[in-house]
Structures are given as C-alpha cells and as structure tokens.
C-alpha cells in the first residue's frame, strides 16, 4: 500500500493571516474580560432635587421635591451626557470634623476636560441649622458625606456621582512622591497657630516646596499682623499647589505603585477597585492643559461668602454641567443676601 502523501506546506500570507487572526481573537478576549473586570462607572442615579413650583407663597425660599420624587436622569433636561462624571473632592482639617476645602469636579472622559471649582468654606447654603456654612455640612450631619453631597448638589444644581475624601497625610506623602514641587509662593508669608501647630514663614517667589511646606503654603490665609490675601487668595493658591502636583505626577507613571499605595492609605471613596482603574485607563491620555481651575463665584459680606446667582449659573453651565442640556436659575438653590 502506497502512502498518501499530505501537502503541510503554508504560504507566507496564510501564517500571516492565521497570526492575525489569533492577535484578533486574544484582543477580543482580553477586552471582553477588561469590560467585565473594569467596568464603566454608572452615574448617579436621581437628578439632583428641583424647585417644586407649588410651593407655599408666604415663603420666600424655593421649595425642593424629595429625591424620590425628582425627575428620573433620563428624562429632557436631566438627561445626562455621555461619558462625563461629576465628583466632590474633600479636603478634611485637622481633627475639628469641618471641612477644609471643598472643590466640585467635572470630568468629560469624551473630550479629555476636567474643570474644578473651589467652594469657598464660608459659603452660605439654604438649611435649616444655626451654622449655615456649607463646610460645617459634615461634621453635622454626623460626619456623613451625604449631608455635604446633598448641600453641594443642591446649591449649584449638578449631581455629584463620587467623592474623595483627603486627609492632610495623604496630601503631604503624594507631594513627597513626586520629589516635591517647584511653587511661585504668591506673597510673604508669617503666621504662627500653636492650636492648630501652625507655623507658617515664607518670603515670595519660587522655590521647591516638600509636603509639608507645600501643605503650610496651601493653608495660608492671613498673616499675625492680619494683612495677607483671605480665603479667596488662599483658594487661588490651592489650585495652583493642585496642578502643580498633578503635572509632577502624571510626568512620573512610574510611581504609579506609590500613588496606589498612598490612596489606599489616606483616600476615602465611593468609587471602587474597578471603577478607579477605569478612570485610571482614560486619565493616561489626558493633558494638563485641558485642566480648567477656578473659583466659584461670591463676595464676603460677614459672616457668610454668598455665591452671585448669575455667575454661578454661567460657570456651572460652561464647565460642570453633566447634562445635555443647560442648566436654569430656577434648578440652582443660591442664596442671596435678602434670604
């Protein structure tokens, strides 16, 4: 019997082809399980509280509906873009339970934008408590941060679908991750608080700044003679300490196991494992020069910072904004000072 023989051989283009074909079917693979291991981040499930029009005229405050009852976030004007988170990021004081600072956070993953808006800690917010700053919302709402998101969602009208809670340790270990920062101190700086064990002495200029000076310069105010430059100017140069240390960060991926380690450490969130990478994937491609910081709007008229309607308004529509469509002075609840 003779043997049959078998033709094995294979072209050039056909173990191209095949290699092709594997490469496809592993990506596919492995984007199937990166979908189901990192999933996409769901946004929050109710719109924030609206003005209910029937409200009682005798009283001058608007009226808000129930979460339950607001509008579901698919409809018109509460339907949500594609793509683009709202957060809170909390800085959190030194054991008196209030916050330090307070910044709402925009991020369009679609366009590769993050806005943030610092909110003074002074700010007047419509509730019914004695202490009606918007940083005292925390502490008395049992150190809770659904008392501050509620606040925050309310006043300008947005959804805060996560938060970030920071303490001061966490701060001053990521500054010295990334080697320290090289800061144009805006003016001279001489303030002593033994409570606070504050001792903050700097002349102006640029210098580098570790954590712990980066943390003092951030948490100027006012020097012992009363002159300096308030929370405004302090709220200035928290942005610019911020995106100082977000650009040394972001140019060292390499330290992205001391971030981590620093986070898990010194971060609080509602985010999960998952949720994190999936804006950690998206944040490799972003560039600092799409970062847009500000302050939300207001004049001190003691003992309150009382946000200017229209303003506010303008700016939120511009940059924090999640919604498809624009935001009305009747969805903001801001607090004028005939309230």
Known sequence: MSKRKTNLHIT???RACRALLILVMCGGA???LWQILVPKPAVADNAPPVVNISADANDPRPSFLEADAAPDAADGPYRRRDDCWTFLLVGMDRGGGNTDSLMLVTYDVANQSVSVGSIARDTRVDVDRKLKKINAAYALSGKKMDGLIEEVSKTFGV???YYFRVNVNGFVRLVNAVDGIDFNIPCYMDYDDPEQDLSI???KGTRHLNGQQALEVCRFRQNNDGSGYGDEGRQQTQRGVLTAVVKKALSHPEKLSDY?????ENLDTNLSVSNLAWFAAKALSFDTENLHLMSMPCEWINPYMYLDPDETLAMVNEYFNPYTTPRTADMLD????SK
């Open 12 to 14: 050039r283009a056909e």
């Open 30 to 32: 492995l984007w199937g």
């Open 159 to 161: 959804p805060v679908d």
């Open 201 to 203: 002495h700097y002349s």
């Open 260 to 264: 981590v380690s620093i986070a898990e």
């Open 334 to 337: 801001i607090v004028t000072r």
